[in-house]
């Protein structure tokens, strides 16, 4: 027989994971395709399971939006492909877009 609090324990962290909200200020730091390195802010709003972003990159604005499931939000900011984050265990949330071929890190503020 398997005690319950091992059977208990992979479920509490799925439910703390689907209840973790990422509103909140971020520093944004990343790559672009060509490797090239950027900063600047971002601003998150989370509501009804979909999450809206807003970065300032560079004097610049780019927006999108789309849905949390459990750990990873996807964005739909108007490429061609969606920026994907993972939600860190510290609160940050690491991300893929072009097609994987450059990374987006939100660190807490």
């Known amino acids: 027989m398997i005690p319950r609090l091992v059977l208990a ?8 994971l689907a209840a973790a909200d990422v509103t909140g200020t971020y520093t ?35 927006t999108g939006q789309g849905p949390l499931n459990g750990d990873v939000v996807t964005i739909d900011w108007g490429s061609s492909a969606p920026l994907v984050y993972v939600i860190m265990p510290d609160g940050e949330l690491h991300g893929t877009w072009a097609d994987g071929t450059a990374l987006d890190k939100l660190i807490p503020r």
């Open 9 to 16: 324990a992979p479920f509490a962290l799925i439910a703390s």
């Open 28 to 62: 944004a730091q990343g790559r672009n395709p060509d490797g090239s390195a950027y900063s600047g802010a971002a601003e998150l709003v989370q509501e009804d399971g979909f999450v809206s972003i807003r970065w300032t990159i560079g004097g610049q604005t780019y």
